[in-house]
């Protein structure tokens, strides 16, 4: 079975297939459900419900509770203003009840309650001057009752769709939801009380009691286990899979390292000396590495790698190190330089600016293995780039890859060990949803001598009480990061915020000032961060694109402006620019207007505590999972039923099962075993299913 089993079918036509979502609607619920298909509107839960069982005479109505009953229409009561509400006057008998309509067509209303005409109602009851009346109720003719549904559940919307037309297209998705083999153990199934999958989906959008609603309920537990699961068993797939390949084994002779350690001005840290055991161990041995080197910004990790690298050419070897930026491609070259001249091995840096002739040059010393370290960013792996011999790849700053990447960088060489760098702190359910694939080791300890970075919040109002203070810090020969506020989804308005920014500064700073941003050509972000790291310019107003891994230990003072709007973890890395010397260091937090409570409680975290993994698991408590990682779109974390807050056992528990399953049935050959390739497929898991085609 290597295609995706026809019952699946129905779940993977487009939205638009559905009723009421016509191309405009379409778009607005794709962008609702994160994803084109009915699969994902499928997985699109209610947050709460309206219970239309509920009935009684009206002169007993209770305020407050949503009422369903039949009612004879009395009197229309049309609007004298526009801005008044037409109301209709309706009774059962027992009392009466005013329904209450803003800005609604009389001639609409006319048809809909005809004087006289029996009709049933629902809606909420309110007491208005004394009487009972209902704002917006629904309404049919007493034969078409069951058309009311008794439990009406409420989704999460977006403009322009109400929740009208997403149940009709979530009732007809229902309509054919297929029955799929069961790939939860029978055993687990029952200890749990889970329904089947099918049932699941329909009870689901079908809740009864608030219970129902809660991410713990049966039917929520069941679904975010079938995702964490799909999730496991790909990342214990790409495991097995990777394992299998040979690796090779480069045992560290210590004959390059040890000159580096001649020239290196400090002593490892324990943890990184630790760090680097691990890599010394997965290299020697016969199977291929694939580990993960989590670092909070300033841990050290260059040097970790680049004494990784040194086994790999010890052994006649090349390595690699690929980086997210040329920004950083050009960094790494420059911290590592002294290093390798030191040790005598020649290194190349390669990223998409090198063209032509230099290109070619490049390519040619990567092939004949003239090049013994490269250094790059995506460009050295594409098609054309031809290794002589590709031992260790480095990734730096991990959190834009994703494990698919991973897999295609491995391609380049035969058995290829893996190191990936992240300085993002992951909280521990976290990493093993992105990175349940590797091993990991952990640089939990920051070089000695550095000061604690004092932060503090500022309102901007105060902001030329900042702009002089800095004005004699300058005057002292300090260098100041200035980031301009994220607007979201607009790198034109962060652009021209920074600009402004820029602009006023230099009316006070002069030449003094440098603006580096992500629309500027490469080269001229070379230059301006050159002039940064040399001096010539004391203060770099810049967008996020310092954010990751930029090395200047001359810079002691980070404002952000708006850090409001920024992410913690974002926060934290922007903040880790600064106290990399020795000197005290400080980071201003500029926020605009009032602040509600959590966004004081959020930025406050960040003034007590510069621990990255504290400040990343408040994150997520604060945020939810969402997008701690930065990568919604890399589609490794953003689970649409599974909630990491709420569902770390579950996620537990998948994990172990994923590794059972897969030791026993590596290629899910057995009953159970084809039931979750159908899995595998409901979540669009296609790296993994890509294992078994052709074998
Ligand atoms: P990151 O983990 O953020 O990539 P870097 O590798 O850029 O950190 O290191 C940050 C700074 O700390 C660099 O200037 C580096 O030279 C220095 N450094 C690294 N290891 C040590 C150490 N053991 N002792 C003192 N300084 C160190
Ligand atoms: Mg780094």
Redesign the pocket.
């Known amino acids: 079975m290597n295609q995706r089993p026809f019952e699946l079918d129905p779940l993977f036509r487009g939205l638009t297939s559905l009723p009421g979502l016509g191309s405009r609607n379409g778009k607005l619920v794709e962008k609702l459900t994160d994803g084109p298909r009915v699969v994902n509107l499928l997985f699109h839960g209610p947050v709460d419900f309206i219970d239309r069982r509920f009935t009684c005479l009206l002169s007993k109505a209770p305020n407050g509770k949503v009422l369903t009953t039949q009612i004879r229409v009395e009197q229309h009561i049309p609007n004298t203003r526009k801005s008044l509400p037409y109301r209709v006057k309706c009774t059962d008998g027992s009392g009466e009840v005013m329904l209450v309509f803003f800005h609604a067509k009389k001639s609409w209303i006319e048809k809909l309650l005809p004087l006289g005409d029996e009709r049933v109602i629902s809606g909420r009851i309110e007491y208005f001057q004394g009487r009972p009346q209902i704002v917006h109720p629904e309404v049919v003719k007493p034969q078409d009752r069951d058309n009311l549904e008794t439990v009406e559940p409420i989704y999460p919307l977006t403009a322009g769709i109400t929740n009208k037309v997403l149940r009709k297209a979530i009732k007809s998705a229902l309509s054919f939801v297929p029955y799929l083999p069961e790939w939860v153990e029978e055993n687990h199934k029952k200890r749990e009380g889970w329904p089947s999958w099918h049932e699941a989906i329909h009870l689901l959008h079908n809740p009864d009691s608030d219970r129902d609603l809660e991410p713990t309920s049966k039917v929520r537990a069941r679904l975010a286990y079938d995702e964490l699961l799909a999730n496991q068993l790909t990342l214990a797939l790409v495991r097995d899979r990777q394992r299998k390949i040979n690796g090779r084994s480069f045992k560290p002779t210590g004959a390059l390292r040890s000159k580096i350690e001649g020239v290196l001005p400090?002593?490892?840290?324990d943890a990184?000396s630790r760090s680097l055991a691990e890599i010394d161990r997965d290299m020697s041995d016969n199977a291929r590495m694939l580990r993960l080197i989590q670092?909070d910004?300033?841990?050290?990790?260059?040097?970790v790698a680049a004494m990784a690298m040194m086994n790999a050419v010890e052994n006649g070897a090349q390595a690699a190190i690929i980086v997210p930026t040329e920004i950083l491609a050009r960094q790494h070259e420059q911290s590592i330089k002294a290093w390798m001249e030191a040790a005598g091995v020649r290194m190349v840096t390669l990223t998409g600016r090198d063209k032509g002739k230099t290109r070619e040059l490049i390519l040619k010393q990567i092939k004949d293995g003239t090049a013994q370290i490269i250094i790059g960013t995506h460009a050295i792996f594409q098609a054309d780039v031809e290794y002589k011999d590709l031992g260790l790849a480095v990734i730096d700053e991990q959190h834009r890859f994703g494990v698919h990447q991973r897999m295609e960088l491995s391609s380049k060489g035969k058995g290829t060990d893996i190191l990936v760098m992240t300085?993002t702190p992951i909280p521990r359910t976290l990493a093993l949803t992105a990175y349940g694939d590797m091993e990991v080791s952990r640089i939990d300890e920051k070089?000695?001598g550095r000061k604690p970075i004092e932060t503090m919040l500022f309102s901007k109002e105060k902001l030329d009480d900042l702009v002089a203070a800095l004005k004699r810090k300058i005057a002292d020969g300090v260098r100041i990061y200035w980031v301009c506020p994220l607007v979201e989804e607009s790198e034109v308005l962060e652009l021209a915020a920074a600009e402004e920014r820029y602009d006023t500064l230099k009316t006070i700073f002069k030449e003094r000032v440098g603006l580096v941003h992500g629309r500027m050509k490469p080269s001229e972000k070379d230059d301006i961060m050159a002039s940064f790291m040399s001096g010539d310019i004391d203060i770099l107003v810049a967008t996020t694109v310092i954010e990751v891994?930029v090395?200047v230990?001359e810079a002691t003072i980070m404002v952000i402006e708006h850090a409001e709007r920024f992410g913690l973890s974002q926060l934290h890395q922007l903040r880790g620019r600064v106290g990399?010397g020795n000197e005290q260091s400080y980071c201003f937090l500029v926020y605009s207007g009032p602040l509600g409570e959590v966004a004081k409680e959020r930025l406050n975290i960040m003034r007590e505590t510069e621990d990255g993994f504290i400040i990343a698991e408040k994150d997520l408590q604060l945020r939810g999972s969402g997008d701690i990682l930065g990568t919604k779109q890399s589609g490794i974390t953003d689970f649409q039923l599974a909630d990491l807050t709420v569902h770390g056992d579950l996620l537990a528990t998948a994990r172990n099962d994923a590794k059972l399953i897969i030791s026993k049935d590596p290629d899910l050959n057995t009953s159970r075993g084809v039931s979750l390739k159908t899995l595998l497929y409901l979540f669009e898991r296609d790296q993994a299913i890509r294992y078994f085609r052709g074998g």
Do not use: W
């Open positions: 400090f002593n490892l840290t990184q670092g910004v300033g841990s050290g990790k260059t040097i300085a070089p000695p891994g090395d230990p990399r």
